[in-house]
């Protein structure tokens, strides 16, 4: 195959959440990172007396953390402020939508199955000595990703 | 104009719209259908270079409209001639 010429970086990429799966909110403004999670299926082996190799079996596919970087603010319906919520509510659900080349019609978008926050820390650890901007990562621990066209 | 969703869309806002499979229970399902209006598009043009695009990656499909044979509505306003009506053959 000849190289490509439609690689992309993840400039253009649109980050959402939601509480509800139906309606979302656009934290491009204050994500700077997303690892979606590894992707992997449960798989069982076990060996025979008769033959070399094991046999492999699939299972299901495994749960998987994804993890969000974003700008630590105390604004009212900031990310920070709208993930710290969804953390303290009874079930801490959130899903979580992206479209790693922006929101135009014809790109994928990934939209995560409902998921838990597993992990979201209270504030950035603080370090006098640092001029860095204060970033907290949350984790999300779901079923997988769908991946839909956009309209 | 209609247009059957072959692949899942991600709208803007709403859960996933996904095609319509058949299973065992159902062979045949009815198809998932969107209209026009649903793509996104700021004017005409934009829109239907959207869904032009779409249709290209085999996401959506133009839904044929023509609806089955249905019988033919009673004719208000008859011929004003009235037909012949079929002789028997004098052989």
Do not use: C
């Not at chain 1, 999670?37 to 749960?63: C, E, Q, S, Y």
């Not at chain 1, 922006?102 to 979201?120: A, E, H, P, W, Y």
Request: proline residues 9%; hydrophobic residues 35%.
């Amino acid at each position: 195959m000849a190289q490509t010429t439609l690689a992309t970086s993840s400039r253009n990429a649109v980050v959402e959440i939601s509480t509800d799966g139906s309606t979302w909110t656009d934290i491009s403004g204050y994500a700077q990172s997303v690892s979606p999670g590894d992707g992997t299926r449960l798989t069982g082996t076990a060996h025979t007396f008769d033959g070399n190799g094991p046999i492999i079996v699939a299972g299901k596919l495994d749960a998987q953390e994804s993890t969000v970087g974003i700008v630590y603010t105390e604004d009212t319906g900031g990310a920070y402020d709208r993930a710290k919520n969804a953390f303290d509510s009874t079930n801490s659900t959130l899903y979580l939508r992206v479209a790693p080349d922006g929101n135009t019609t014809g790109n994928f978008r990934f939209t995560s199955t409902k998921g838990v926050i597993t992990q979201m820390p209270a504030f950035h650890e603080l370090d006098a000595s640092s001029g860095d901007v204060q970033m907290v990562e949350f984790t999300v621990q779901h079923g997988g990703w769908t991946k839909a066209a956009i309209p | 104009m209609l247009y059957i969703v072959l692949k899942p869309i991600s709208p803007a806002e709403g859960p996933i719209i996904e095609p319509a499979v058949a299973t065992a229970d159902n062979p045949a399902p009815e198809p998932v259908l969107l209209d026009a209006a649903f793509f996104s598009g700021e004017t005409d043009e934009e829109r239907a270079a959207n869904i032009q695009r779409l249709i290209e990656q085999g996401v959506i499909a133009p839904f044929d409209e023509a609806a089955p044979v249905a019988p033919e509505p009673t004719n208000p306003d008859p011929p004003a001639v009235p037909r012949r009506v079929a002789q028997p053959s004098e052989e």
